[in-house]
């Protein structure tokens, strides 16, 4: 298995609304990344865990809040959002630098496109 | 930190030409660089990628190429065709004292190649 799923696809959400986007990888890999995609621009990262554990929080606003529930599979819980946090949530994994000692490239989910209205 | 350059932002080409894209990157210390191609309503696809002991490297119909001293690296894509439409993104990554490498893109290329 050489993918990185995310689901949902689509998500349209109140600004009261609370819900989660989940992530999941089975190619053991030990760091998984959120990242937020504006239309037309670069992705921007959001969060980053490795090992589980936080370890990059991009000063990203407290009513994304993101679990690593185990090595596999990666959560962000959404609450109270703005209509200006409209845009494709991407998750990525990579592989340990402890591996072989080299860095490899980010595989990335297909994202889910959220809709805050 | 990082801070990655990319040109051009939109480039047009005819299908069967050669397209080049190109970055600089500004950190010494990054020593991986890949090349996502991203479809609409897609995430960033990994295409190639090139490490800094090496100064170029081919697949098939795309190959980058990689100046240390200049800190530039350059996809080239011979023989477009149609389906390689897409916006592509550079990127120069490092550890920087983790486990993982941390990657930084460049703004990407809008590549519209007509039939």
């Known amino acids: 298995d050489t993918e990185v799923t995310q689901t949902p696809k689509h998500l349209v959400m109140g600004m009261t609304n609370k819900k989660s986007l989940k992530c999941e990888q089975h190619?053991?890999?030990?760091?998984m990344y959120w990242y937020k995609q504006k239309a037309k621009k670069p992705p921007e990262l959001m969060f980053v865990?490795?090992?589980?554990?936080?370890?990059i929080n991009e000063s990203v606003p407290s009513r994304f809040s993101p679990e690593c529930p185990n090595s596999s599979l990666l959560n962000l819980h959404l609450h109270a959002l703005q209509p200006e946090d409209s845009a494709l949530y991407l998750c990525a994994s990579s592989q340990d630098l402890s591996v072989d000692g080299e860095i490899y490239g980010y595989t990335f989910g297909s994202g889910t496109r959220l809709t805050v209205v | 930190g990082e801070n990655v350059e990319q040109h051009p932002s939109t480039l047009s080409v005819q299908e069967g030409d050669s397209a080049v894209i190109k970055c600089t990157y500004s950190d010494s210390a990054s020593n991986y660089f890949p090349w996502y191609k991203q479809e609409l309503g897609k995430g960033p696809q990994l295409i190639i990628d090139?490490?800094?002991?090496?100064g170029e490297k081919k697949d098939q119909r795309i190959a980058v190429t990689l100046n240390k001293t200049a800190k530039h690296f350059s996809l080239h894509i011979t023989e477009t065709q149609p389906e390689d439409s897409a916006v592509y993104f550079c990127?120069?990554?490092?550890?920087?004292?983790?486990?993982?490498?941390?990657?930084?893109f460049g703004q990407g290329t809008i590549l519209t190649v007509h039939p």
């Open positions: 990127a120069a990554t490092n550890a920087g004292g983790t486990s993982y490498g941390k990657l930084t």
């Open positions: 865990y490795s090992y589980e554990k936080l370890s």
């Open positions: 090139i490490r800094s002991n090496v």
């Open positions: 190619m053991g890999h030990r760091a």
